[in-house]
């Protein structure tokens, strides 16, 4: 079946510099993966989505990368602030038929300043 | 209303009860899912309805989870007999687009406590 890994439970970094989050899956080929943040009681939101065909996405202080080759997204938040911290999910289609989005146990990510 | 609206927030039912959650997409919206997300975990898909068709109900744990969205807007999960292990939030989510082109809105969620 398939499976998504993020690298760790928890990320804690200091104002000001990058972090970088890590999303790795198997056993699929996935025609886009999309990034949520989730901030405590409350439900995910839409960051970023990034096709197969799209090595890289930008969006204000963020960045994803996608290498179909590696199974891995890697997601990027340039510049940390406190108000970053948050939990990041990634989720990908399950089987390309648009009816099931999966989602991996996510990164929670602390910004100290 | 401007955002997918989910009732109630808190539920506390004592094991054996019926439950009901209700989700109110984004209007015109015509993908809704439902997904559970237990503490500490990331959500976990349960059904997805295109309109008022139920296209996929794959990740309903057991028979005692039921999902409707009769016109295709509303939608109603109810849980029969609950279970402890039922204990979790279930987001409801809504997209502009059939089936999954796009982002999702999600909820904040309905915390269900099983006693």
């Known amino acids: 079946s398939q499976k998504i890994e993020q690298n760790s439970e928890a990320l804690n970094i200091q104002e000001g510099k990058t972090a970088t989050l890590t999303c790795n899956y198997t056993n699929y080929s996935p025609a886009y993966l999309q990034w949520y943040r989730q901030d405590p009681g409350r439900g995910p939101v839409f960051l970023l989505l990034i096709r197969e065909n799209e090595k890289e996405k930008r969006k204000e202080r963020l960045k994803v990368t996608f290498d179909t080759t590696l199974k891995q997204s890697l997601f990027h938040i340039t510049a940390s602030q406190p108000a970053d911290s948050a939990t990041y999910l990634c989720a990908l289609d399950r089987n390309q038929a648009g009816t099931a989005l999966i989602f991996g146990k996510g990164t929670t990510l602390s910004v100290s300043s | ?115």
Do not use: M
């Open chain 2, 1 to 115: 209303g401007a955002g997918v609206s989910q009732s109630p927030r808190y539920k506390v039912a004592k094991r054996g009860q019926d439950v009901a959650l209700r989700c109110d997409p984004i209007s015109g919206h015509v993908s809704l899912f439902w997904y559970q997300q237990a503490l500490g975990q990331g959500p976990e898909f349960l059904t997805y309805f295109q309109n008022e068709a139920q296209l996929d109900k794959s990740g309903l744990p057991s028979d005692r989870f039921f999902a409707e969205r009769p016109e295709g807007s509303v939608s109603t999960l109810k849980i029969q007999r609950t279970q402890q292990e039922d204990s979790a939030v279930y987001l409801c989510a809504s997209s502009f687009r059939d089936r999954l082109t796009g982002e999702l809105f999600f909820g904040e969620g309905s915390r269900l406590t099983v006693l």
